[in-house]
């Protein structure tokens, strides 16, 4: 039995915001994840998303370095190392991956268009995005 493989490999990254009491949500798709990129994306947030916004982030360096250029502009809230489970948007990504998983594509493109049918409709149903994203401890401290 012949299994196709898939042995060179093309790199992007997607950034997803989630508000997850609205379930509105931005999705960036960008070659690369880095503190320049990533400040650009963090310096539309206020912007975007109108009044208090606040990041909940694991504590990576970029992340951590992109912060403290927005401190007192914005709230981060960076969570303990190892517990992706407390992360929102790492449901979303969970769904991403279960759509798109154990696929070859022939291009980056082909993957990134095969992400946007699942991004799109999420974005129709924001029900899903709160759903998904919007864990009790969140939406408590929302409310308070």
């Known amino acids: 039995m012949r299994v196709p493989k898939q042995t060179e ?3 992007g990254y997607v950034w ?3 508000e997850p009491v609205s379930g509105d949500m931005n999705v960036w798709l960008v070659p690369q994840i880095d ?3 990533l400040g650009s994306i963090v310096e539309q947030m206020p912007e975007q998303w ?3 916004v606040a990041v909940v ?3 990576s360096s970029v992340h951590k370095s992109v912060a403290r250029r927005f401190q007192g502009i914005l709230a981060f809230k960076f969570l303990p190392a190892y517990s992706p489970e407390l992360n929102p ?3 979303f990504f969970e769904e991403l991956r279960r759509r ?4 070859i594509f022939n291009s980056l493109s ?3 268009s095969a992400l946007l049918e699942v991004i799109n409709e999420y974005y129709e149903d924001q029900e899903r995005v709160c759903q998904l994203c919007g864990y009790a401890w969140i939406l408590e401290q929302v409310s308070s």
């Open 35 to 37: 503190k320049e990129v």
């Open 100 to 103: 798109t998983a154990n696929r």
């Open 50 to 52: 109108g009044g208090e």
């Open 89 to 91: 948007v790492e449901r």
């Open 110 to 112: 082909e993957l990134e």
């Open 9 to 11: 490999f093309e790199w």
């Open 16 to 18: 997803v915001e989630a």
């Open 57 to 59: 982030w694991d504590n």
